[in-house]
């Protein structure tokens, strides 16, 4: 008999934990839980989970911080998250994308769904560990493991800004991303920063992936709005 997948649940709610706890049990998993940040990183670091339910508002270290530094450990950054909270600001579920979240519920919720969602993201974390590269309109292909880019075989150089804003577009594929949430994912709390930064960085990103960057078809702008990679 294979063993049974790990669910790691961090939350400070012990309720909250023991809910979510049964519905796991029931749907066939072992759980372990957390009641802060730090002592999920220990946890992650010695089990190595098979997913991940995390909570934002944590003691310690915080969601996001657990997230981003899972993703920067090259034998924990593969493990999914399913970030559970009661942020629910579009800002907030943008903002857990772009660290690596590979889902995102909002509370109050339903545990049979968030059972479903994990079935679903443990199903595509299994099919999808060969799919190291993605690409755009056939022409640019982006290695996922250390994000090179090629554009029609020849590879080209991105600024730090250029790469974080292609990272941005790329989780967001078709979606409208306007410049506020832009400044909040790219530039975060850096000083202060006018739309017309985004603007630069945009033209120049495009003069590098696209055929004819005053007539762009791959990152296109909605006026007045912002911009959107096209899906």
């Known amino acids: 008999m294979a063993d049974k997948k790990k669910i790691l649940i961090v939350d400070d709610e012990k309720d909250l934990v023991s809910l979510v706890s049964l519905h796991m049990k029931m749907a066939g998993y072992d759980v372990l839980s957390a009641a802060d940040g730090e002592k999920a990183l220990e946890i992650i670091q010695?089990?190595?989970?098979?997913?991940?339910?995390?909570?934002l508002m944590l003691p310690e270290i915080d969601g996001w911080e657990v997230c981003r530094r899972l993703r920067?450990?090259?034998d924990m950054q593969k493990i999914p998250v399913i970030m559970l909270t009661a942020r629910t600001q579009a800002d907030d579920k943008l903002r857990g994308f772009v660290v690596g979240a590979d889902d995102y519920v909002t509370k109050p919720f339903s545990p049979r769904e968030l059972v479903a969602r994990v079935k679903r993201v443990l199903a595509r974390a299994e099919t999808e560990p060969v799919r190291?590269?993605?690409?755009?309109?056939?022409?640019i292909e982006i290695n996922l493991e250390d994000f090179r880019v090629k554009v029609e075989g020849r590879e080209i150089k991105l600024t730090?800004?250029?790469?974080?804003l292609l990272k941005v577009f790329l989780g967001h594929r078709g979606e409208l991303l306007t410049h506020e949430q832009i400044l909040d994912m790219v530039w975060g709390e850096e000083t202060i920063?006018?739309?017309?930064n985004i603007d630069v960085h945009v033209r120049h990103l495009r003069e590098k992936l696209e055929e004819d960057p005053e007539n762009p078809q791959i990152i296109k702008?909605?006026?007045?709005e912002g911009y959107k990679l096209e899906p």
Do not use: C, M, Q, W
Request: glycine share 6%; hydrophobic share 30%; charged share 45%.
């Open 46 to 55: 010695e089990v190595k989970p098979n997913l991940i339910i995390l909570d």
């Open 72 to 74: 920067e450990e090259s």
């Open 132 to 139: 190291h590269r993605v690409y755009i309109k056939e022409k």
């Open 160 to 164: 730090e800004k250029e790469e974080a």
């Open 193 to 196: 920063v006018e739309y017309g």
């Open 221 to 224: 702008t909605i006026k007045g």
